[in-house]
């Protein structure tokens, strides 16, 4: 099955800086990587998302980045605000046999952004 | 519109007791998923669900857990005879279903319950 790898596990970030989180993945059918965005005690929410036909993608402050070959995807935050302050987890699709797509996800990053 | 909802939000329960916990997916979402999450990992899949079949319950660690969704709507996760190892936040998920995206459709996330079994 699909396996994500998420780093780093925690970063901290002065507010107005850019913050980096990387993930890689091991199945090389996977097709699509959603990043979500998890605030303490709340659900996940997509905060962007892309597919493999793409190299990156861009909404105002946030960007992903995909490197199939390598099988490895980045989102990118710049000018980071405090309410960023989250876990985000990134995912990826894979195909689990008899019809089924099944997300598996990173174990997540702790994104602290300072004052 | 409305999102995706779950109750109960909490639950506390002994060791040993049976536990169901109910999901109410976005209207005409035909897809639905049923996720649990440890403290500090992401969600981990349980089960699917395309219409009222479970299509995918390769995610389920025992046979402890069983869900339904008798008319692909609401589903209700059940748990029998809880273990301690079961406490965790159970999440719930639903998209629609597009038969030309190839399992790319959003999935919308529940608030979740939060389960502990003492």
């Known amino acids: 099955g699909e396996n994500v790898e998420q780093h780093p596990s925690t970063l901290s970030v002065q507010e107005g800086d850019s913050a980096v989180i990387k993930c890689t993945y091991s199945?090389?059918?996977?097709?699509?990587f959603p990043w979500y965005k998890q605030e303490l005690g709340k659900r996940p929410q997509l905060i962007i998302d892309?597919?493999?036909?793409?190299g990156e993608k861009k909404d105002q402050r946030i960007a992903v980045t995909l490197n199939k070959t390598a099988k490895h995807f980045s989102l990118h935050i710049t000018e980071t605000q405090p309410e960023d302050s989250a876990v985000y987890f990134c995912a990826a699709i894979s195909y689990s046999g008899a019809g089924s797509y099944q997300l598996t996800f990173g174990k997540g990053t702790k994104l602290s952004v300072i004052p | 519109g409305a999102g995706v909802s779950q109750t109960p939000s909490n639950k506390v329960t002994e060791k040993g007791k049976y536990v169901e916990l109910r999901c109410d997916p976005i209207s005409g979402h035909t897809a639905l998923y049923w996720y649990r999450q440890s403290l500090g990992q992401g969600p981990e899949f349980l089960i699917y669900?395309?219409?009222?079949?479970?299509?995918?319950d390769s995610g389920l660690p025992n046979d402890r857990f069983f869900a339904v969704r008798p008319e692909g709507s609401v589903s209700t996760l059940k748990i029998q005879r809880t273990e301690r190892g079961d406490s965790a936040v159970y999440l719930c998920a639903s998209s629609r279903l597009d038969p030309l995206a190839g399992g790319r459709e959003t999935q919308y996330f529940g608030p979740g319950t939060r389960l502990l079994v003492l």
């Open positions: 892309i597919r493999s036909n793409v």
């Open positions: 199945d090389s059918a996977s097709n699509y």
């Open positions: 669900f395309q219409g009222t079949g479970a299509a995918d």
